[in-house]
């Protein structure tokens, strides 16, 4: 992998963890937009064979409210539930007071939303280098943490 200043061509820090937003997981699971479904799909078979990503619990919370009550129509509860024990092998972060004032800095320096600010903080504290979201700003460096888009790149080989 071709790396400048630590960044992969691939828009990551090179050779730290990944943290995904739910915006990634629901596409994975909902096909109504086939390029982001397979984005999605790519990055994430990219992630599970390179055991690079990391999760929280809100997203694991979000994805579950998203796919079982905002779907039209719902994902299967079962299979739902499978994927966030699947995905609950990343180690998710759980929100502490701590995480919260590392969100309020990210809130007030960078003028994130506040639910934004706290995926920051969750993915700093896994050790993440990257955030990969459709969320905020590709490109956007947020306390060293990288912002890819992904539907702006492709994951490594």
């Known amino acids: 992998m071709s790396c400048t200043s ?7 820090r090179a050779g730290s963890p990944v943290f995904v937003d739910t915006n990634v997981l629901v596409h994975l699971r909902d096909p109504s937009d086939p390029d982001k479904h397979a984005a999605a799909a790519r990055w994430m078979a990219w992630l599970w064979r390179e055991g ?3 999760i929280s619990v809100q997203v694991l919370q979000e994805f579950y409210q998203t796919m079982t009550r905002k779907l039209d129509p719902p994902a299967d509860t079962e299979l739902v539930r499978d994927d966030i024990a699947a995905l609950s092998t990343w180690d ?3 929100t502490d007071a701590d995480l919260l004032e590392e ?3 990210g809130e007030d320096r960078y003028g994130l939303s506040w639910w934004d600010s706290l995926i920051v903080a969750q993915a700093l504290s896994a050790g993440c280098g990257t955030l990969l979201t459709e969320d905020l700003q590709h490109g956007q460096d947020l306390f060293g943490l990288r912002v890819v888009s992904p539907y702006a790149v492709e994951p490594p080989d």
Do not use: E, L, T, Y
């Open 103 to 105: 969100a309020w800095r």
């Open 52 to 54: 690079a990503g990391r």
């Open 6 to 12: 630590g960044v992969a061509r691939d828009g990551r």
């Open 92 to 94: 998710p972060v759980a």
